[in-house]
């Protein structure tokens, strides 16, 4: 049974930061790459940032390079997303989920958090 449980969300200014974490309840948390998703309202689930199995290799979405930042702790079985510079457009629910390439490994999601940016 694979649990993952995304918090840190908010209400933040535009150019501001946020971290999200991801506690997964993954017997085998540290072989598996991980990712970030978002949700938009109306709009489809898109890629974020993934990580590595080790956290060596990091990919993210053109839209987000060179402002958020990936990270985990394979002793925690948490997964990170730093995200600074934040603008309006990031507003979205955060999934995490593993990855394989840049799609989704796991059928069942979180609750995700919301993540508002006002202008």
């Known amino acids: 049974q694979v649990r993952l449980v995304e918090s840190g969300g908010g209400l933040v200014q535009a150019g501001g930061s946020l971290r999200l974490s991801c506690a997964a309840s993954i017997r085998t948390f540290s072989n598996y790459p991980m990712g970030w998703f978002r949700q938009a309202p109306g709009k489809e689930r898109e890629f974020v940032a993934k990580i590595s199995f080790t956290g060596g290799n990091t990919d993210y979405a053109d839209s987000v390079k060179g402002r958020f930042t990936i990270s985990r702790d394979n002793a925690k079985n948490t997964l990170y997303l730093q995200m600074n510079s934040l603008k309006p457009e990031d507003t979205a629910v955060y999934y995490c989920?593993?990855?394989?390439?840049?799609?989704?490994?796991?059928?069942?999601w979180g609750q995700g958090t919301q993540v508002t940016v006002s202008s």
């Open positions: 989920n593993a990855v394989s390439a840049r799609a989704p490994v796991f059928g069942s």
